[in-house]
């Protein structure tokens, strides 16, 4: 059985993702699309988001559990393909990926992308 901490963990994301969540697809190099939900944030002004990931208003982010998107974390941290993910109707190409102090949170930097 897991330890109450991480049955309240999920509990909460999967809440926050139904509240606050953006529907997201992200396209394989090979074609084939996932869909999940992630949290998407759109930074307005600068800040500090976390430890060497500095927001500005240029920069996009999103951020998922575990278990979801499965491989994506991987992919962009290999940055040996263009990783296309689209959030609310735009599409991006995710750049620098992170795990959270968790290990269960994963956390993208997205540069917009233009075909």
Request: aromatic fraction near 12%; charged fraction near 20%; glycine fraction near 8%.
């Amino acid at each position: 059985m897991a330890p109450v901490f991480d049955a309240l963990q999920s509990s909460v994301f999967d809440t926050t993702l139904a509240i606050m969540g953006y529907e997201a697809t992200w396209t394989k190099p090979n074609g084939d699309i996932v869909t999940g939900m992630m949290h998407f944030k759109d930074a307005s002004q600068d800040q500090r988001v976390i430890r060497g990931l500095e927001m500005t208003k240029s920069a996009y982010t999103a951020e998922w559990k575990n278990g979801d998107f499965e491989g994506l974390f991987e992919a962009v941290q290999s940055n040996l393909t263009e990783e296309l993910i689209t959030i609310n109707g735009a599409t991006f190409l995710g750049r620098f990926a992170q795990s959270l102090f968790d290990g269960k949170t994963y956390i993208c930097r997205l540069v917009p992308y233009n075909e």
